[in-house]
């Protein structure tokens, strides 16, 4: 089992900044990735970026690029989503995720991430 918690969401204006953090533990994670989903009212959750745990790789969504930034800190076992020049496009409740297959198996509780006009 694993247990991720993220924070760091909330209310920011157009152009602002946000940094969310995923606290993971409960196993160990050497192979694995973590993303990052989010889901707007009435659409369907969509990938934002994931990282490898044990290397280097990421990845994004093409509407993020140049804007977020995902980062991990194993000592931590925290991950991290830099949010900047944020839109109202991005408002959504933000969701971290583990994968170690094919498939997005432990998800986290989310947290909201508003972005005023």
């Known amino acids: 089992q694993a247990l991720l918690v993220e924070s760091g969401g909330g209310l920011v204006q157009t152009g602002g900044s946000l940094r969310l953090h995923c606290a993971a533990s409960g196993r160990a994670f050497s192979n694995h990735f973590i993303g990052w989903f989010r889901q707007a009212p009435g659409k369907e959750r969509e990938f934002v970026a994931s990282?490898?745990?044990?290397?280097?790789?990421?990845s994004y969504r093409n509407s993020v690029k140049g804007r977020f930034t995902i980062s991990k800190d194993t000592a931590k076992n925290t991950v991290y989503l830099q949010m900047n020049s944020l839109k109202p496009e991005d408002t959504a409740v933000y969701y971290c995720?583990?994968?170690?297959?094919?498939?997005?198996?432990?998800w986290g509780q989310g947290t909201q991430v508003t972005v005023s006009s």
């Open positions: 995720t583990l994968r170690e297959g094919s498939t997005w198996d432990y």
């Open positions: 990282i490898s745990w044990g290397g280097k790789s990421t």
